[in-house]
């Protein structure tokens, strides 16, 4: 099986900052990957798919890279409604679907 | 505009199985989209249960795969799930979705608003 690792699991940030979560694959997954927002009570929300395409209708402030086993997802200049959990989702080893342990951000 | 609506019991005893289902509107299920189950434990992270076609094929998270069935219905345009010999550790929100298509056909690009369940006698 594939595991995805976030880091950091959890991480405080003020308005404006530049923020970067990471996600490590156990193996390589080339593009294999998208990124969702989850926002506290709510559905999760896809952002970023094949690691690095913005999904439509998404801020351009949100952006991904990366490719094998190490990617990153950032935000350029966090606003206070990006309050929320993020998570990685690989679909290398189809047709299983994997999931990071997700990341909590939150304001400073 | 698309949308995914879960119904179901929200307590199930321990042993019973639980019964989801997933009500599309805005779109045919019978379009060439596949249509998902994931779920998230509270205070945890997301799980995926599986997958179906509207055909009928069906592909399931093999840790899961002996417990769970999914089958839709087309003329009501909507699917379901059914987990069996439910425990504690099934007590989640479970999500139904919608897998995108092209680019983002590995991707839930529609969400239904989750519904609780909780396993407990």
């Known amino acids: 099986d594939i595991q995805m690792t976030q880091s950091p699991s959890s991480l405080s940030a003020s308005v404006g900052d530049r923020v970067t979560i990471t996600c490590q694959a156990s193996q390589d997954i080339s593009n294999y990957l998208n990124w969702y927002q989850q926002k506290p009570g709510k559905a999760p929300k896809l952002l970023i798919y094949d690691a690095s395409n913005l999904e439509t209708g998404v801020p351009s402030r949100f952006s991904g890279s990366g490719s094998g086993t190490d990617f990153t997802f950032t935000i350029s200049s966090l606003q206070p409604e990006d309050i929320a959990t993020y998570y990685c989702q690989q679909y290398d080893n189809l047709p299983a679907y994997t999931f990071g342990q997700g990341t909590k951000l939150e304001i400073k | 505009q698309v949308q995914l609506q879960e119904s179901g019991p929200g307590l199930v005893k321990p042993s019973d199985t639980l019964s989801l289902t997933c009500a599309v509107s805005g779109y045919s299920i019978s379009s060439s989209n596949w249509w998902g189950w994931i779920r998230q434990p509270p205070g945890k992270g997301l799980e995926w249960i599986g997958y179906?076609?509207?055909?009928?094929?069906?592909y399931y998270n093999p840790s899961l795969k002996s417990r769970v069935t999914m089958s839709v219905d087309t003329s009501k345009n909507q699917f379901s799930l059914k987990l069996s010999s439910v425990t504690a550790v099934d007590t989640a929100v479970y999500y139904c979705?919608?897998?995108?298509?092209?680019?983002?056909?590995?991707?839930?690009?529609?969400w239904g608003q989750g519904t609780m369940v909780t396993v407990s006698s």
């Open positions: 179906i076609y509207y055909s009928g094929s069906t």
């Open positions: 979705a919608r897998k995108g298509l092209g680019a983002r056909e590995h991707a839930f690009d529609i």
